[in-house]
């Protein structure tokens, strides 16, 4: 589904990221660990084409997204709060996605009528705009919008941080849920070992840009990340 | 303790965002900043001599009735730009400083302003003028106190009635209202008001007059401090207001498709935020714009191609004011902008709509202009046309190199900001403002008036007709733009 040829990104004398190959195949989910700085937002960011490679490509579904715009029918993500708008009650801004993602009211209303036990009471009918929800209930919309319009690929950068325990396992288990689907491809990315493990088939470890760990989640994944990280 | 917060503001001063522009513009900042104190100093030194050359009676009596409007009009600038102390005092709650210090600090900050000492730049030369036209020192001087310290107690109720939108609105449309009744002489508030300023100056109790606004002054201080004092919880006087979120579906946008989509998320977005809600409201003042043209209270303005200019802004007051942002607006949510299924098309083209919706809208509104003679509304409606067919391209072009971000929640820099003086979208201005009125003067003065009207409609309508091309050359630019956006749109002030 996607495939990555050579990408670098360097800022000035720094290189932040540099990939010299790597496939993710259709159906994956997919898990990036790596500490601060490692170079997992600046990934998401080249594969929403919000930055600029210094070399390479990436292509999704045979798209090369820095060239075309025919990716994004089909792609979703969530990176932060800048993909939210303030103005918006979570109803409103659910509304002005699915319509840009050609679903109706109906449609919209369905699948977030999904989540009601993900959202905890705390977002619908709340008479509160994006912008005065808490952080973590800022994020649960923003996770929940991503899913609308039935994505192929679906990004997600830390969707567990901000999150308190209930909504966290209720998390795992979407985006569990979401992973079964063998036509969606989901890319999470996350600091925490334990979640990603979980949820993930396959986790990259990227170090200082670099891919230095590539493994199929087994059960002693776990252990093996942390005894990476333990350094 | 005060050398902490000294220190504090002194790095939040020289560290701000804002202070960190380019050279150009600080030098800008500068010379605005000269020309007001110019303008001031020179009002107070000259308009003693002015108001007597003209007969229109002691000047310190014309002053004094006129002081309301002054007080009144300081009040509202202050409201709408004048930082509130409150917002940085957060992170130092929980520090080792006693909260009467924080308070005290925060307010005494407030004294400093400019907003506040820019006035003694006018009434020190007026009062020194004064004096040496032989009015007597010591009631000079009693008045002179009397009238800054009200300046000081506008600075106090000011902080006191933050967001007291309700309140505020009401009072200056009132005063608006008496400025009207008086310009046509029939009802004069200044009668009743004058005699309050007089009675500072007029011995022998001027001095004890005086001591009333200082009164004021004192109890404005000790109530605002009792105030913060009391409220210094983030739950209580530092909590951010929400407004009451209402839902609002639009449907009637509907039949425009994803154009609707976008329209309806614009309307939300002009309604809900006070940035844009201002911006549109300086919009709809430029329809009062063109007055001053068209009654004749400005010589300068009173040849014919200057009736296109007015023509430009009264209706476009709207492009002005908001096109020119576009798609700053958009700032804080611009990465969903551009990894959503958007084509830039729609996106520019919902923008573009907008501001021909306005325009169209905004002529109709203008149309009492009318009463000024025909030639006065003709100006506006070719204005208009050009507007549509040239200027609507224009500003989206320069948005495209506008690349501030804006924060919607806050007035702060609703005026002069930064971008205004980006070389790029300085040169624009030149087809926006200069060649309509070239345009206009060819076909005036070398065939007939009637000639000059047709031929500015006739370039807005030949604009008009190569939408598709320049929207074409527009989506370009932004594309090409479009890395350079979003990182300047990261970097938030």
Known sequence: ?231 | MFKHFFNLQWKSFFRAASFKTNLAYKILMIFMALYFILVFLSLGVGSYFIIEKQGLGDPLRVVNRFMIYYLVFDLYIRYMFQKMPILNIKPLLYMPFKKNEVVTYSLGKTVFSFFNWMHAFFFVPFSIVLITQGYHPLAVLTWHIAVMVLFFCNNFLNIMMNNLDKVFYPVVVLLAIFGFLQYKGWFDITTYTAPVFDSFFDLPYGGVYALIPCLLLVLLVVTSFRYFRKHMYLDGGLATKHEEAKTEDFTWLNRFGNLGTFLKNDIKLIKRNKRSRTSVIMGVLFIFYGLLFFTGSIETYEGPVWGIFAGIFVSGGFLFSFGQFVPSWDSSYYPLMMSQNIQYREYISSKWYLIVFATIITTLVSSFYLYFGWQAYMAIVVGAIYNIGVNSYLVLWGGAYIKTPIDLTSNKKAFGDKQAFNVKTMLLTIPKLVLPLIVFAAGYYLISPLAGYLAVALSGILGYVFKEQVFRLIEKIYKKEKYKTLLAYKQTS
Request: net charge negative; proline share 4%.
């Open chain 1, 1 to 231: 589904m996607i495939s990555v040829h050579d990408i670098t990104k360097v800022y000035g004398s720094q290189t932040v990221l540099n990939i010299p190959h790597l496939e993710i195949p259709k159906g994956q989910s997919f898990g990036l660990v790596g500490n601060n700085g490692a170079g997992k937002t600046t990934f998401f960011s080249l594969l929403l084409d919000l930055i600029q490679p210094t070399t390479g490509k990436i292509l999704n579904n045979e798209v090369q997204v820095d060239i075309s715009e025919a990716w994004k029918p089909f792609t979703s993500a969530f990176i932060d709060e800048t993909f939210l708008i303030g103005y918006l009650t979570p109803e409103e801004y659910f509304y002005f996605i699915g319509e840009l993602r050609g679903q109706n009211k109906a449609d919209v209303d369905a699948l977030i009528g999904g989540f009601e036990n993900f959202f905890h009471g705390e977002i619908l009918g709340q008479k509160k705009y994006l912008r005065d929800l808490s952080k973590g209930n800022q994020k649960k919309v923003g996770i929940v919008a991503s899913f609308i319009g039935n994505p192929e690929v679906v990004i997600l950068d830390e969707p567990f941080a901000n999150l308190d325990p209930t909504t966290q396992i209720r998390l795992k288990q979407i985006i569990r849920d979401l992973a079964s689907d063998k036509d969606v491809t989901v890319l999470v990315s996350s600091h925490d070992l334990m979640h990603v493990t979980e949820v993930c088939e396959r986790i990259v470890v990227l170090n200082k840009g670099e891919v230095v760990r590539d493994i199929q989640t087994s059960p002693q994944t776990l252990r093996e990340l942390e005894s990476f990280f333990a350094g």
